[in-house]
Each structure stands twice: as C-alpha cells, then as structure tokens.
C-alpha cells in the first residue's frame, strides 16, 4: 500500500515528507494507458500533487498544472489532503529514451510554462500561485515553486521507474525536504550534503523499510521524528450525475442535436478514463428539466 510519513528535525529546523506512491502512479498509467515519457510525467506530477495535499487539513484540494508548451501538453492532477489524488496527461503518446542509457526523457517535450498550483480550501475565492517552469522535470519545478511562493527553501526529489522490458511501472515516489525558520546556514549546508550523497530514491524503495531508510538518508546525523503515516491512492470522484448536470447545462437544442445524430450521448471522464452512458429517454428528460 502507497504512503506518505511526515517527519521533523528533533530541534525543529527542518521537516520531510517521504512517500512510495508506486501503486498510484501503476493506477495512472493502467487507466489512461500512457507510453513511457507520458508515464514518468504524469507520475511525477501526481507526486508533486500529493505532497502538496499533505501540506494541507480538512476539506482543503490542491490542483497542480504543469502546462509546458512541448509535445508533452497539459498535465493536471488533483489531490485533497488525505492522499487521495487524480490526474491526466493531455499526450499520452510520448516514448522517448536516452539511447545510450535508456533512460525515459521528459523535459524536452515539457517544454517551457508553467507551474501552477491553485488551492480550494472551500473560501470563496481559491488560491493560485504560478511559477515559471525552469526545467521542465517538475521535481525542480515543485521547489521552485516552494522558494518563489511561499518563500520556504525546499529540496524535493520525485522518481518513477519503469521496467526495462514492459515498460509498466516499477516502483514510484519521492520527498519533499523543507528548511524551517531557525535553520543555521551550517545545518542547511549539511543537508544538502546529504541530499547529494543519498541513494537513487529508486534504489532506496526497492530496500527493506524504505520511507525509513529515506529519511534516515535525508536527515543523516540530524536526529529527526515522524509525526504521521497515512495512506495514498489514486482515487477520482467522478460520478454519472456529476456528468449529467454538465450536460444538462449546455441546453435543450444541443442536447437535441445528440439525440437526433447519436441517439445517446457517452461521457469519458478526463481524470481516471471511465465512462458515462446516456441513452435518449435519460437526454430528453434533462430536455424536460428532469
């Protein structure tokens, strides 16, 4: 099962999250049926979207838009703070790979844009901050943002991995590495050494206890505990009714015109691919106001 585990310094000059989102982001690539750069994006996204929905409490959704003006198109995801998150990727096409290495190529059909986050905390007004994308891999991206926005230096590390034969998701996750107020510039310069000297977050998730070996790695000497565990999961609420009120509220002569050349209307969901049927008798009673 996916989670994510909170964690502060014992002198509270620095907080982590560290997450396995492995099944999330499988989830993601099975429902919208993604090619490998697509895959790794989408993934990489919905990380980001997690993490910023465990900074949040209550009712409160994140949504994340890297909106690039590469091949890659939009890539969007929605994540609420009890980890649960959904997403899309507008290419879902995109298969390319570092000949020498294999390595799966996002940033150059990212491209340049970018990096909105839009928080809905149930006011009347949602906020939205905006960065530019500065390098089109979304980890770097997600702490600019963090520095840019909300002034809190970050360091965050998102992965996913495929297999090299299936090209299926292999292990996924990532974390989110803050400085606090009271950070001196000596411990600041310590974890940074130990950001640059830890494992692959790869390696780290295929080990024993590996969200604790990850913290472990980010905080090294520094003494650190956890505050919480919770589960994540790609979770979309999407629901026939939902659709049915979108329908409705294009009006009674487009919804004629569907009865008329299609006899019914079908309805694909953008965030987790499921689709809604409406035969004619359930178009002309939303005709009739029903």
């Known amino acids: 099962m996916d989670k994510i585990i909170k964690s502060i310094s014992k002198n509270g000059h620095f907080r982590a999250f560290v997450l396995d989102s492995t099944d999330t982001v499988r989830e993601a690539q099975v429902r919208h049926n993604t090619m490998p750069s697509s895959t790794v994006a989408l993934g990489r996204t919905l990380i980001a979207a ?16 890297v909106l690039g003006d590469g091949a890659m198109g939009a890539i969007i995801a929605n994540a609420d703070s009890k980890g ?29 844009g970018f990096f909105v986050v839009i928080k809905d905390m149930g006011l009347k007004q949602p906020y939205s901050g905006q960065v530019d994308l500065i390098t089109g891999e979304i980890g770097e991206d997600l702490a600019w943002y963090f520095l840019s926005s909300e002034q809190t230096p970050s360091s965050v590390g998102l992965n996913v991995l495929l297999d090299e ?57 520094i003494p650190f505990t956890i505050l ?37 209307a079908e309805v694909v969901c953008q965030f987790c691919e499921r689709k809604y049927e409406f035969d004619e008798n359930e178009l002309n009673n939303l005709i009739l106001g029903n």
């Open 165 to 221: 034969n299936a090209d299926t998701v292999r292990i996924a996750g990532g974390f989110m590495l803050q400085a606090l107020p009271d950070a001196t510039d000596e411990e600041i310069s310590e974890m940074e050494h130990n950001i640059k000297t830890m494992p692959s977050i790869s390696s780290l998730l295929t080990g024993d206890e590996p969200l604790t070996a990850m913290l472990s790695a980010i905080y090294g000497n």
């Open 50 to 65: 997690q993490i910023l929905g465990a900074n949040e409490k209550g009712d409160a959704k994140i949504t994340v838009k």
């Open 228 to 264: 919480e565990e919770s589960p994540l999961k790609f979770d979309c609420d999407c629901n026939k009714e939902r659709f049915r009120q979108g329908i409705k509220s294009i009006g009674a002569q487009a919804i004629t015109e569907m009865i008329e050349e299609d006899h019914g």
């Open 84 to 112: 649960q998150v959904k997403g899309y990727v507008q290419n879902k096409d995109l298969d390319y790979k570092k000949i020498s290495t294999g390595e799966v190529l996002v940033a150059p059909f990212v491209g340049n």
